[in-house]
């Protein structure tokens, strides 16, 4: 590597950080995209709701987006990111392996880690059989036996989702008091609740058993829960005063109160799927570029309206 600044570092190889590399490279910026492989959907294995990859596998997808992002000289680092900082007009980068990255601006993808609940033998089934997202993954499992688990985070909502997938469903709460709000939806979506403590979750011929206190077991074809996520920053602190991007997001295309930051995917105001994931990564790659532009040639481009907050 040389010594010249590039003009983008991507922190994040999902399908934010992989079409921004895209939009960048083809708007000829000297562009590193740094992944440490430990993406949050690798567990599904494969990926729906992109269009001409609906199903392919996610290391297929991430693998011929290389290829074609090759083309435009994007350089790519598979390597973790232990800090990101200013440092006076420029950002550095610091990687575990590759150390310092000098570049003009950043763009942040690195996504989220799902915080999945204490539940014995629930991470062994996430994603073979536990899932998050119904459109990622009802399908496949079409007029099956859901079971939904609300006892960690509140998934009445999901339940109602998934009618249009089964009409067989089952909701968990395990021991947790339902307000009446939850229980109205409930009612109204046809789901039976089952309010016992869940003690455990196994694989089973027909897809998931879950274990209750007492001995009863229920099997499912499939378990879909609701998750808290924490957002993967660790190595914008402590230039990051705050709990998360979203917080000093201040537009749509991924700008942030941070000078020269941006931020793309799961960690922007974002719904969490991959084709809007994308999406998020385009328009941050826009935005680079054309602010890219204002700092080259003052004047050339109209100046941006004051920042939302």
Not at 27 to 32: G, Q
Not at 64 to 88: C, H, K, N, Q, W
Request: glycine share 10%.
């Amino acid at each position: 590597m040389t010594a010249e600044a590039y003009d983008t570092v991507i922190v994040g190889g999902g399908p934010a950080g992989l079409n921004a590399a895209l939009y960048l490279g083809r708007s000829r910026r000297r562009v590193a995209l740094v992944d440490s492989g430990d993406a949050r959907n690798m567990a599904a294995g494969v990926m729906h709701n992109m269009l001409t990859n609906d199903g392919v596998s996610i290391a297929d997808f991430r693998a011929r987006a290389r290829a074609e992002i090759s083309r435009y000289g994007v350089e790519f680092l598979d390597d973790e990111v232990i800090t990101v900082a200013p440092e006076g007009d420029r950002l550095v980068t610091t990687a575990k392996e590759a150390g310092a990255l000098t570049s003009r601006t950043v763009l942040y993808a690195a996504g989220v880690r799902s915080k999945l609940p204490d539940v014995p033998g629930l991470a062994a089934l996430w994603g073979k059989g536990v899932f998050e997202c119904p459109y990622c993954h009802a399908y496949e499992v079409r007029d099956g036996s859901f079971g939904v688990y609300g006892g960690a985070v509140p998934g009445e909502c999901l339940a109602a989702t998934l009618t249009a997938w089964t009409s067989s469903l089952t909701y968990l709460s395990d021991r947790r008091e339902l307000p009446e709000e939850e229980r109205g939806f409930l009612a109204a979506s046809g789901v039976e609740t089952v309010p016992d403590e869940v003690t455990g979750v196994s694989a089973h011929p027909d897809g998931v058993a879950v274990e209750l206190a007492g001995g009863r077991s229920l099997s499912f074809t499939a378990l879909f829960l609701h998750m808290d996520t924490e957002p993967r920053v660790e190595p914008l602190r402590p230039w990051l005063q705050a709990a998360d991007l979203t917080s000093v997001q201040t537009d749509e295309r991924g700008r942030t109160s941070l000078p020269r930051l941006y931020v793309a995917g799961d960690l922007g105001k974002n719904m969490q799927q991959a084709a809007m994931a994308a999406a998020s990564g385009g328009l941050a790659a826009m935005a680079i570029n054309a602010d890219l532009v204002r700092e080259d040639r003052p004047g050339a481009l109209y100046d941006l309206p004051p920042a939302a907050h």
